[in-house]
T-cell receptor, first 115, second 113 residues
Framework: AQSVTQLGSHVSVSEGALVLLRCNYSSSVPPYLFWYVQYPNQGLQLLLKYTSAATLVKGINGFEAEFKKSETSFHLTKPSAHMSDAAEYFCAVSDPGTGGFKTIFGAGTRLFVKA | NAGVTQTPKFRVLKTGQSMTLLCAQDMNHEYMYWYRQDPGMGLRLIHYSVGEGTTAKGEVPDGYNVSRLKKQNFLLGLESAAPSQTSVYFC????????????FGPGTRLTVL
């Protein structure tokens, strides 16, 4: 069965510092992987996704994530945090073997950015 | 394009009352989904639809019903609301399924007293 684990429900960084949000997944086949961002009182929007092409995926707003099969990880990074990055981030996995109908979301990591 | 819209934005119900949440999308997407979001639990799939006239159960379907009479609309019904259904409900849609992006509505915050 698929599952997603996001390490750390809250992460706090200073403005300009590296952002690292961790995601590990479990899947019996190479999955599709996603990072979504949710700003306060809004729905989720896609940051980036991995669908078996390049293992380093670049997304919007300077974020990127690397698919590491050996570590079953898909960590999200950004070299320099900005105040506007404060939001909740969700890692998600979709198993192509099930037809992809069911996307499993992690519990989320709330990012705080300090001035 | 409005994208995905949800009605209403907020609602307070008493235990046992019923209500319907409406989701509409203008992107001609085949697939639509209803999720609930609870603190510390991420999003959990309630029901989904792979096309007009079809629906299927997701991870947490009990206490909910859905209908997709028109391609652009996906309705979520609560027949007899319970406090455990207090949550934020999100509708989403996608063009396809395999690796496709899901587009989310702004959510409906429901409180059941």
């Amino acid at each position: 069965a698929q599952s997603v684990t996001q390490l750390g429900s809250h992460v706090s960084v200073s403005e300009g510092a590296l952002v690292l949000l961790r995601c590990n997944y479990s899947s019996s086949v190479p999955p599709y992987l996603f990072w979504y961002v949710q700003y306060p009182n809004q729905g989720l929007q896609l940051l980036l996704k991995y669908t078996s092409a390049a293992t380093l995926v670049k997304g919007i707003n300077g974020f990127e994530a690397e698919f590491k099969k050996s570590e079953t990880s898909f960590h999200l990074t950004k070299p320099s945090a900005h105040m506007s990055d404060a939001a909740e981030y969700f890692c998600a996995v979709s198993d192509p073997g099930t037809g992809g109908f069911k996307t499993i979301f992690g519990a989320g990591t709330r990012l705080f950015v300090k001035a | 394009n409005a994208g995905v819209t949800q009605t209403p934005k907020f609602r307070v119900l008493k235990t046992g009352q019923s209500m319907t949440l409406l989701c509409a999308q203008d992107m001609n997407h085949e697939y639509m989904y209803w999720y609930r979001q609870d603190p510390g639990m991420g999003l959990r799939l309630i029901h989904y639809s792979v096309g007009e006239g079809t629906t299927a159960k997701g991870e947490v379907p009990d206490g909910y019903n859905v209908s997709r009479l028109k391609k652009q609309n996906f309705l979520l019904g609560l027949e007899s609301a319970a406090p455990s259904q207090t949550s934020v409900y999100f509708c989403a849609s996608s063009y396809g399924v395999r690796g496709d992006t899901q587009y989310f509505g702004p959510g409906t915050r429901l409180t059941v007293l």
